[in-house]
């Protein structure tokens, strides 16, 4: 039981003997700093079942705390804010309970219902970019959070290596490429089929100005591009299963799919299961027909079957064309439905996907949750705004996306440069410089995405990222770095008990402590609501806490050795809650920097 617990019931227990009330529920609050306590309760709401004057009911429950708790200290009450101090024995016994856990912060399983988190899901008609760097980060972020928070996680894609896109690209590799293979060109696979898209993107603007030239309006042009058409024939001739255009098509995917193995590696994200689009595309439609029987969907007069959702606030939804083919949302709805058969103990999933998708999530879950399935009413789709740089927008088609591999390597090189400026790692050998440089890189580029809340956009700046000073991840990781040198030069016993009897608490001390304490709440609201960014802000809070105290306290030079072993203590975990948090954001610490 945390303190926040312990005094719910204790203001309970108050009012019921003060007043012969009950109350619900208690409100708590930080303290302000221009107050002295640790911990408020507001009083207001308790005037729902309490009648009186709100600082004279603070008065005497704060009167009531002090004599039955032994934890509480004093109190003072400002208008209708009862202003709790807490004995230091309690930080105290707290701090020794936690100092020499690794996996301070980390919830154990807590049931065999299991969540499975979507995130990437590319084209593979290109490279990653910083776009799918941002649902990369998030998805797998979120997937490490939920795991700590006690939740057993799949980590999942399904890959889009179907349908024109693909085409275009194949069929500009048999018109322009000469054979060529990423062994040939040294280009990594995704980049090399990345650059076809590109190139057959130049080959239909060409021929759409000829058509137009020759007197046909902008939109019949667009239509009959001879190299659309053929595009388009591909792909019946790939539906049909033609043995030559499968054949190609398995080629260039497998040289893509090589290609994302290699970025993922590079970014430091994993998954457990992958699925393709081309083996669930056609999942989906026996569900129709069941919904047909039970009244989920209705069928028009064309042939065509729809879901009417406008009893629930939305639109109706087309789920089978005319012709019986299937569209985008029953392949979603077979996809949803395949992955709890095929892991029976998921009882829930999160769609990491952009918020353009938000109409068509919320369309997704509600036709699952009529079609009965009882796991749809624990679907979330994470969604997230689109990252801008600078210079503006990116373009796939015209080839000026950010390339996510690129980008990696301009954050080290970054990284490089003002490590350099600083001038502190003259007795590292070259290897160890590399690979310090692309810790920092990467750990500027994953904070600075995911300390922004996921549905606001992004304006992303590798240079601002990548500062030592203020909330950036290379100050944190230079924090980390400072307390392993301090630990270094104290050489403290593991599992030393703290005697809190004989030591009275710094301010500065009692804050980290508290700091600390809130690590396993922010661990659960960050699962609760898909949000590294409380992870990132809370890291950042701790950290300028840690610098306060470093500042103001000394810890190796301490007056006595009991108040030395505290704050060596101290700082090591502290130093540990930075690697969980930073651990389930995907970033590493360095030892030293």
């Known amino acids: 039981m945390n303190l926040q617990e312990t005094l719910e019931l204790q203001v309970k227990s108050g009012i019921s003997t003060l007043y012969n009330a009950e ?14 306590g640790d911990i408020t309760v507001v009083v207001f709401p308790m005037l729902r079942v309490v009648k009186g004057n709100p600082a004279v009911i603070g008065e005497k429950l704060g009167e009531y705390l002090q004599k039955n708790v032994d934890l509480v200290k004093g109190f003072n009450v400002v208008k209708g804010f009862l ?7 309690y930080y105290l016994d707290f701090f020794n309970k936690i100092k020499d856990k690794t996996d301070y912060g980390y919830a154990d399983l807590k049931d065999n219902k299991s969540i499975m988190v979507e995130y990437s899901s590319p084209n593979t008609n290109k490279p990653l970019h910083l776009g799918h760097v941002r649902n990369v980060l998030l998805g797998y972020s979120v997937a490490e959070i939920l795991k700590a928070s006690g939740k057993h996680v799949y980590k999942t894609q399904i890959i889009n290596d179907r349908g024109i896109h693909i085409c275009k690209s194949m069929l500009a590799w048999q018109r322009f490429g000469n054979g060529e293979t990423p062994e040939t ?24 100005a000829q058509l137009m030239k020759q007197g046909q309006s902008e939109e019949d042009a667009k239509k009959n591009a001879p190299i659309l058409l053929e595009a388009q024939n591909m792909l019946l001739k790939w539906e049909a299963g033609d043995k030559d255009v499968v054949a190609l098509w398995g080629k260039m995917n497998s040289w893509v799919y090589d290609g994302f193995e290699v970025t993922y590696n590079n970014i430091g994200v994993d998954f457990d299961t992958y699925y393709y689009e081309s083996e669930t595309y056609l999942l989906g439609k026996e569900f129709i027909a069941e919904g047909l029987k039970t009244g989920v969907f209705e069928r028009d007069a064309d042939g065509s079957v729809w879901c009417d959702l406008t009893d629930d606030g939305l639109d109706r939804k087309i789920v089978l064309r005319s012709d019986g083919t299937a569209v985008y949302i029953t392949q979603d709805i077979g996809t949803a439905i395949q992955r709890i058969k095929d892991y029976p103990d998921v009882g829930g999933m999160v769609y990491t996907v952009g918020n353009e998708q938000d109409y068509h999530f919320k369309v997704l879950f509600l036709i699952l949750k009529k079609l009965g399935f009882e796991w749809a009413k624990n679907l979330f789709h994470l969604s997230y705004g689109m990252v801008d740089l600078p210079s503006g927008k990116m373009k796939s088609r015209e080839g000026t996306v950010v390339d996510a591999d690129d980008l990696i390597h301009e954050m080290a090189e970054t990284a490089e440069e003002i490590s350099k400026e600083l001038g502190k790692l003259e007795d590292y050998s070259e290897d160890e410089k590399k690979a310090l440089y692309r810790t920092i890189g990467l750990g500027a580029l994953k904070y600075y995405i995911l300390k922004v809340d996921p549905k606001k956009r992004i304006l992303f700046d590798p240079k601002e990222s990548i500062d030592f000073q203020g909330n950036t991840g290379p100050f944190i990781q230079y924090t980390y770095a400072r307390i392993q040198s301090i630990l270094r030069k104290a050489n403290l016993e593991e599992g030393v008990i703290i005697n809190s009897g004989n030591l009275i608490l710094h301010d500065k001390e009692k804050q980290l402590i508290k700091q600390l304490e809130n690590f396993p709440d922010v661990i659960q609201n960050a699962a609760e609501y898909h949000s590294p960014a409380l992870i990132a802000n809370y890291t950042y809070d701790l950290v300028k806490d840690f610098n306060s105290f470093y500042q103001n306290v000394s810890i190796l030079g301490a007056d006595k050795n009991e108040e030395k072993i505290l704050r060596v203590a101290l700082s090591k975990s502290v130093s540990q809650t930075i690697k969980n948090a930073f651990g389930v954001l995907g970033i590493e610490v360095p030892e030293r920097m």
């Open 83 to 89: 202003n709790i101090e807490i004995d230091n024995s």
């Open 185 to 208: 060109t040294g280009l990594k696979g995704d980049k090399l089929v990345g650059n076809y898209y590109v190139k057959f993107d130049k080959a239909y603007k060409t021929e759409i």
């Open 23 to 36: 109350l619900e529920s208690v409100e708590f609050q930080a303290t302000r700093k221009e107050f002295a």
